[in-house]
Nanobody
Framework: QVHVVESGGDLVQSGGSLRLSCTTVGFFFEMRDMVWYRQAPGNQRELVARISRGGGTNYADFVRGRFTISRDNTKNAVYLQMNNLATEDTAIYYC??????????WGQGTQVTVSS
């Protein structure tokens, strides 16, 4: 089974940028969709962005134009470039990957805090 490790979260001022990384550990034959989610205090976990193996992307409306998801298939890693951050983006960010053997369990996430 594949596991994920998220990193890159930090405290940043409104309007700033961060780049999150998600690396994978474990054995699998094929990495398929890679997805970023986030969960703010008191809220449900929500999808932020998704990228397919071929590079096709989908974004939640609230991040479109500000966030960019990318992946490195040679490293089995996925990234989230976040620009023009707002206080509403404060959350724990999680990644999840889909492989030929199933979906990865949730990792510990990485905390993003945006101050005004």
């Amino acid at each position: 089974q594949v596991h994920v490790v998220e990193s890159g979260g930090d405290l940043v001022q409104s309007g700033g940028s961060l780049r999150l990384s998600c690396t994978t550990v474990g054995f699998f034959f094929e990495m398929r969709d890679m997805v970023w989610y986030r969960q703010a205090p008191g809220n449900q976990r929500e999808l932020v962005a998704r990228i397919s193996r071929g590079g096709g992307t989908n974004y939640a409306d609230f991040v479109r134009g500000r966030f960019t998801i990318s992946r490195d298939n040679t490293k089995n890693a996925v990234y989230l470039q976040m620009n023009n951050l707002a206080t509403e983006d404060t959350a724990i960010y999680y990644c999840q990957v889909q492989t030929s053997t199933g979906v990865s369990p949730w990792g510990q996430g990485t905390q993003v805090t945006v101050s005004s």
